[in-house]
């Protein structure tokens, strides 16, 4: 029975990949690592800080994995050194020690993001495309994508890296606009006023199940090592989403564009090209964004507010 170490699996996608694994792939044994404890696991797990390397080192090593995804991570906040100390050198370190293990791993899988496109407005993009990260986020990812880079080229080893575009699902974390979006439609009485940023910006949104399922493939069918696009291939602007989510409430309700709340760099359009991803596993999107948001109002507002 082949073992799938995942790191930082308490996490959104974390989280959601192991609920996937679990649920359609049983022949695997599924090995779970986070830094807090998870008393309703139902895979076997341990509690372990992996940002000490001693840690990490013992952690892989002790599994012995014949797959290793990598969850670990930060999406907010503006303390850049930890940024990218979670996102890059953490990554970085798995790499440097994956180079030297003797245990038959098959594949390692990181995850990197469609921030680190940031201002490249040469549309679609693909994996190809150059990176012009304008948010620290974007900027910790784009470090990891150059550790991924090297590591491939001069030790090649068997790693792939999923850049999943803006995705949409059940425990969406809170500081994100759709999340933010539903909690104050949610919260608000009707006539009430909803406070949001630039809404004419545009992102490529795709739902978690089909994410999931990305994901799986590039771990455990990817016939060539590299970097695979998860996206949908087109963009909708964040009124539009914002429009339907108030008309699917019921409510009548305003929209105040808050200048405090706007990005002083703002990507106005941003969607990426998946024709890799298609062409090598067969993976195309399936699940429309109206169905995405039909969920996330039946599922995250009962358990989050």
Known sequence: ?????????NGFLGRAFSEYVKGNHRSYELIGVDHTP?????FKYYCADLRQPSVLKEVILSAEPEYLVNFCGLTKGNDLENLIFLNAEIPKNIMELL???TFPLKNALFLGSAAEYGLNLDLPLDEESVLKPISEYGLSKSLQTEYFKYY????????????????????LPNHLSIASFLRQITSSQNGATIKTGNLDSKRDFLDLKDVIEALWLVLNKAPTKGIYNICKGSSVSMKLILDYMIEKSGKTLKISEEASIKRTNDIPDSFGSYEKIAKNLGWRPKISLQSSLDVLFETQIPRDF
């Open 152 to 171: 491939l080229a001069r030790y090649d080893l068997n790693i792939c890296l999923a850049r999943p575009f803006n995705i949409i699902g059940p425990r």
């Open 38 to 42: 998870n008393p309703t696991c139902e």
């Open 99 to 101: 180079k030297t293990t």
């Open 1 to 9: 029975m082949d073992k799938v170490l995942i790191l930082g699996s």
